[in-house]
């Protein structure tokens, strides 16, 4: 069965611009998180989507936002981008919410902010 | 809050070695632990699990115990591949108030014929 699509998977985007990430969860997968991946931070938890509902959320400020749709596919968006959000952005899908089976992660989009 | 912490790396090991990273965690209530693993260029791949203490994950030849006495997950291989050169991360999920995955730092592993 596919896995979890992340398009775009590379993005080059400018100071100030936003940007819109989507992610398309394994077929019967409802919940969908998202972390961000640095060099210096690791990996950070974003947000949680389930039921077209944001259940929990991390420490990022109000410029990173994200919702999910009643296919359960969801977008990230990020506006007035600065140099440090540039990582990679990883979408994670699992069955359910609070789901501690574990989270099947896809490919990630790798944004550079310039 | 919860927290996980690995081995410093990198680690570079000869093909056939044998393989330890060692993970321990603190955490509220009782976490799953997870080892996932990082190709170059990858997402995060799911490389074993356990739910509760005293379970032992495996996959591929890989093999981590839960032991909660000692609040640790580390990772083993019997006999590394060139293959296995990767990211390693150790992980868990705690019900208790967080509801999301906490990473350890990495540790990269390079294995050389």
């Known amino acids: 069965k596919a896995g979890v699509t992340q398009t775009p998977r590379y993005l080059i985007k400018t100071r100030g611009q936003q940007v819109t990430l989507s992610c398309s969860p394994i077929?019967?997968?409802?919940?969908v998180s998202w972390y961000q991946q640095t060099p210096g931070q690791g990996l950070q938890f974003l947000f949680e989507?389930?039921?077209?509902?944001?259940?929990n959320k991390g420490n990022f400020p109000g410029r990173f936002s994200g919702r999910q749709f009643s296919n359960s596919r969801s977008e990230m968006n990020v506006s007035t981008l600065e140099l440090g959000d540039s990582a990679l952005y990883l979408c994670?899908?699992?069955?359910?919410?609070?789901?501690?089976?574990?989270?099947?992660f896809g490919s990630g989009t790798r944004l550079t902010v310039v | 809050g919860n927290s996980v912490t690995q081995m410093e790396g990198p680690v570079t090991l000869s093909e056939e070695a044998f393989l330890t990273i060692n993970c321990t965690y603190t955490?509220?209530?009782?976490?799953?632990l997870f080892w996932y693993v990082q190709y170059p260029g990858e997402g995060l791949q799911l490389l074993l699990k356990?739910?509760?203490?005293?379970d032992k994950g495996s996959n591929k030849g890989f093999e981590a115990t839960y032991r909660k006495e000692t609040t640790s997950f580390h990772l083993e291989k019997g006999s590394v591949q060139v293959s296995d050169s990767a990211v390693y991360f150790c992980?868990?999920?705690?019900?208790?108030?967080?509801?999301?995955?906490?990473f350890g730092k990495g540790t990269k592993l390079s294995v050389i014929p």
């Open positions: 994670a899908s699992s069955r359910t919410y609070r789901d501690n089976e574990g989270y099947t």
């Open positions: 077929s019967g997968h409802r919940s």
């Open positions: 989507y389930f039921s077209e509902t944001q259940r």
């Open positions: 955490a509220t209530g009782y976490p799953s």
């Open positions: 356990a739910t509760k203490a005293d």
């Open positions: 992980a868990l999920y705690s019900g208790a108030g967080s509801y999301q995955l906490t």
